[in-house]
């Protein structure tokens, strides 16, 4: 089967409606990311802030471009004129400079706060304690040109579901935790996990966003 009868599948099969399916086209050809797009889906999510600036230069202008990966605070400026969402904030620093770039452009650059929940050492990521002290601040309430939707993490990557969906429900209560005391009625309210190895599970923990690459566009050969 072929990307778009890979995304089909998984639209009208594996996720509910109320899920968004990130389609992530990392490291894929123009060409697989071209077809999904003429079979008419739009959401797609890249991990490198270059090879997502060269996507969105070579590819239709209503394409909704998610950036899930690690960021430089230096390389906010090549995707700030069009991301749609930047998944993977773990820094106060970061979300200033998303601020500043934002301000340039004109316009509100949306984010998720990215926790580090997997017990992995690899895995980027804020901690509880860390996204409360700079939420509550001054500083916080100054940026006029970021809007907070929600929450993004990673469960460590093992056979072991019963360590995910742990995994998972402690960010769930990370979610409402900064719900509850921070955004009570704004925009917040995404939660983005999952991945081809366990969106299962995190649809059933109350996942809003899953971010699927291999199971749609086939596995990464990162070796060229
Ligand atoms: C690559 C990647 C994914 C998708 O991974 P698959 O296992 O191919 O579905 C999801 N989220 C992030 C942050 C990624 O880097």
Same mark, same amino acid.
């Given at each position: 089967m072929g990307v778009s009868e890979n995304i089909k599948h998984f639209l009208s099969n594996e996720i509910p409606s109320n899920v968004k399916l990130?389609?992530?086209? @990392?490291? @894929?050809?123009i060409d697989a990311i071209r077809e999904a797009y003429q079979s008419g889906y739009k959401i797609f999510g890249e991990n490198k802030v270059q090879e997502l600036a060269d996507k969105y230069n070579e590819l239709p202008k209503d394409i909704e471009w998610h950036m899930i990966g690690h960021m430089q605070s230096n390389k906010v400026k090549y995707i700030a004129p069009f991301v749609s969402l930047i998944h993977g904030i773990d820094s106060f620093k970061l979300l200033s400079v998303i601020n500043k770039e934002g301000e340039k452009n004109n316009r509100k650059i949306n984010c998720l706060l990215q926790f580090h929940?997997? @017990?992995?050492?690899?895995k980027f990521g804020l901690s509880i304690e860390e996204a409360k002290e700079f939420l509550q601040s001054e500083e916080f309430k100054k940026?006029?040109?970021?809007?907070?939707c929600g929450v993004m993490g990673m469960a460590t990557y093992t056979e072991n579901e019963e360590a995910i969906r742990s995994e998972f429900k402690e960010l769930v209560y990370i979610f409402n935790e900064l719900k509850n005391t %921070? %955004?009570?009625?704004?925009? %917040?309210k995404e939660i983005s996990m999952g991945m081809s190895g366990d969106y299962k599970i995190a649809i059933e923990e109350g996942a809003t966003m899953v971010r699927i690459g291999s199971l749609l566009f086939g596995a990464r050969n990162y070796i060229k």
């Open positions: 990130v389609a992530v086209s @990392k490291t @894929k050809p929940i997997a @017990k992995e050492e690899t940026l006029n040109n970021i809007t907070i %921070f %955004f009570p009625v704004s925009d %917040f």
